[in-house]
């Protein structure tokens, strides 16, 4: 049975607020202080793709700052996420 016009706005709001959760928990921690930042790349059910760029791709504190992030997600949208790191096809290993 097809969705009704009310049950897809209402699916499309509650996601467009989710990613505006999203997007304000990255903003938050975003690491751009020091040369470095983190993009949303892009959410697939509980899976959020990010890529740390600039200063970010070499600091040993990387893991730190995506574990901050990924903290941060949790407590803003109250359920368990997968943060995901993308490397930029620049940095892909063959």
Known sequence: ??????????SSSTAT???R???????????NRDG????LIGIDGRRVMVRLTGAC???KL????LEGIQARLVDKLGE??????VAAASEAVD
């Open 1 to 10: 049975m097809p969705a009704e016009p009310e049950q897809l706005r209402q």
């Open 17 to 19: 607020d989710r990613e």
């Open 21 to 31: 959760r999203i997007r304000g928990a990255i903003e938050e921690i975003r690491p």
């Open 36 to 39: 470095g930042d983190c993009h």
């Open 57 to 59: 791709t070499l600091c």
């Open 62 to 65: 990387s893991r730190m700052t």
């Open 80 to 85: 368990l996420v997968r943060l995901i790191p």
